[in-house]
Nanobody
Framework: VQLQASGGGLVQPGGSLRLSCAAS????????IGWFRQAPGKEREGVSC????????YYADSVKGRFTISRDNAKNTLYLQMNSLKPEDTAVYYC?????????????????????WGKGTLVTVSS
């Protein structure tokens, strides 16, 4: 069972990146899946999540209007399109899947409930 995140890199402020998270060993269909990030010296924060049931989404206030989450169940993959990137978006981004807790951990409602974590991918926004 594995979640593999990719797509990070160095981008200038105002630029865009698309992160991907491919699942193997299990099917994402029944899981809420989302993204966390952790910047140096800061706590981990939930960024965005998409439910398994109706495709409803959650975005942290700091990324609303700039980031778009999507899932392709046929490819067993999660995406995060990040536009208008800012230096404060610099962080290691982690994908995660939750079966019973939905998007509550990403949204900060629960502290635990993620079933699978991916290894992070580093996003650096700098000129």
């Amino acid at each position: 069972v594995q979640l593999q995140a990719s797509g990070g890199g160095l981008v200038q402020p105002g630029g865009s990146l698309r992160l991907s998270c491919a699942a193997s060993g299990f099917t994402l269909d029944d899981y809420a899946i989302g993204w966390f990030r952790q910047a140096p010296g800061k706590e981990r924060e939930g960024v965005s999540c998409i439910s398994s049931s109706d495709g409803s989404t959650y975005y942290a206030d700091s990324v609303k209007g700039r980031f778009t989450i999507s899932r392709d169940n046929a490819k067993n993959t999660l995406y995060l399109q990040m536009n208008s990137l800012k230096p404060e978006d610099t962080a290691v981004y982690y994908c995660a899947a939750a079966l019973w807790s939905g998007c509550t951990v990403v949204a900060g409602i629960r502290r635990s409930g993620v079933d699978y974590w991916g290894k992070g991918t580093l996003v650096t926004v700098s000129s």
